[in-house]
């Protein structure tokens, strides 16, 4: 069975400094999406950025960006220039390609930002 | 502006007494999911819809049913809620199985006294 762990429940960073969230997966296919998502307190789950397995090159959306090692299982956001409104739970996730979209979730990682 | 709206924000039942959780797309969207989030937990995929075909997850207790009436709604009945059926349900939807985005709703947060 896939498995996704976040090794960090709570993170914190000063605004407009970098942080690096943390993902592992555990997975049998070749083939798989990657997601981060985001869960402000009190408002709606959103992607923040996804990346396709077979894609080598780490995804990137605005300040937030992903070091993907395929071969290590491992898939961590890095949140450039911080800001306020980057505060909320963010949620890593996995699904296979193929066939319903069943999204695994990691336990999340609870983000403060100081200001 | 298309969305997945999910009403009410907050429901409180009482243990044992049924209640539905709606939601709604404006998004014409193919498949519906419902997950459950406990708090502090990872959401959990209950079941989904793929159009009127209703996909189960094996864990998801007898208790849960789901209700599909036409591509804009789809309802969650909880038959005799127990206090461990206190939780954030959250609705989402894709436009297919091979579309990679779920759009989630706001959520519902069921209380159970």
């Known amino acids: 069975a896939q498995t996704v762990t976040q090794s960090q429940p709570e993170m914190s960073v000063q605004e407009a400094e970098t942080v690096t969230l943390s993902c592992t997966y555990d997975t049998s296919e070749s083939d798989y999406y990657l997601f981060w998502y985001k869960q402000p307190p009190s408002r709606q789950m959103i992607l923040v950025i996804r990346q396709e397995a077979y894609k080598q090159q780490n995804a990137t959306e605005n300040r937030f960006s992903v070091n993907f090692q395929k071969a290590a299982k491992s898939f961590s956001l890095k949140i450039s220039d911080s800001q306020l409104g980057d505060a909320a739970m963010y949620f890593c996730a996995y699904r296979i390609i193929q066939g319903a979209q069943k999204l695994v979730f990691g336990q999340g990682t609870r983000l403060t930002i100081n200001p | 502006d298309a969305m997945v709206i999910q009403n009410p924000r907050y429901q409180v039942t009482q243990f044992g007494k049924p209640v539905t959780l709606s939601c709604s797309q404006t998004l014409n969207h193919n498949v519906m999911y419902w997950y459950q989030q406990k708090s502090s937990q990872a959401p959990k995929l209950l079941f989904h819809?793929?159009?009127?075909?209703?996909?189960n997850e094996a864990d998801t207790p007898d208790n849960f049913q789901s209700r599909r009436p036409n591509t804009s709604f789809c309802f969650l009945d909880i038959r005799s809620p127990g206090l461990g059926d206190a939780a954030m349900y959250l609705c989402?939807?894709?436009?297919?199985?091979?579309?990679?985005?779920?759009?989630f709703g706001p959520g519902t947060r069921l209380t159970v006294l």
């Open positions: 989402a939807t894709s436009g297919d199985y091979n579309t990679d985005t779920q759009y």
């Open positions: 819809y793929y159009d009127k075909d209703f996909n």
